[in-house]
């Protein structure tokens, strides 16, 4: 079984930077993306940005040069920087690791991120 550990959220004014970090634990076999999603109150949940155990990095629509997502792979872990906050930015963030070649995937228990005016 697959554990998430996650990190680093919290509440930070908007223009402000914020660093969320994750790291797997338990047994991780095969090509494998890690990354985070978030869901706003009332909202889908979205990608913001995922990164393979290759190092292809995959970012959505709210990404927009604002983040950079980086891992390792020896540490299994993943760390997400996100600067310009904005309002909108509010949501839990959610870590994911998805196993490809079995098509399951693993999630964190969220973490709260706020962004204040």
């Known amino acids: 079984q697959v554990q998430l550990m996650e990190s680093g959220g919290g509440l930070v004014q908007a223009g402000g930077s914020l660093e969320l970090s994750c790291e797997a634990s338990?047994?991780?076999?095969?090509?494998?993306?890690m990354g985070w999603y978030r869901q706003a109150p009332g909202k889908q949940r979205e990608l913001v940005a995922s990164?393979?155990?290759?190092?292809?990095?995959n970012y959505g629509h709210s990404a927009k040069g604002r983040i950079a997502i980086s891992r390792d792979n020896a540490q299994n872990t993943v760390w997400m920087r996100m600067n310009s906050l904005k309002l909108e930015d509010t949501a839990v963030y959610f870590c994911?690791?998805?196993?490809?070649?079995?098509?399951?995937?693993?999630w964190g228990q969220g973490t709260q991120v706020t962004v204040s005016s």
């Open positions: 338990g047994s991780i076999f095969g090509f494998n993306s």
């Open positions: 994911n690791l998805h196993v490809h070649s079995s098509g399951l995937s693993f």
């Open positions: 990164i393979t155990d290759s190092g292809a990095t």
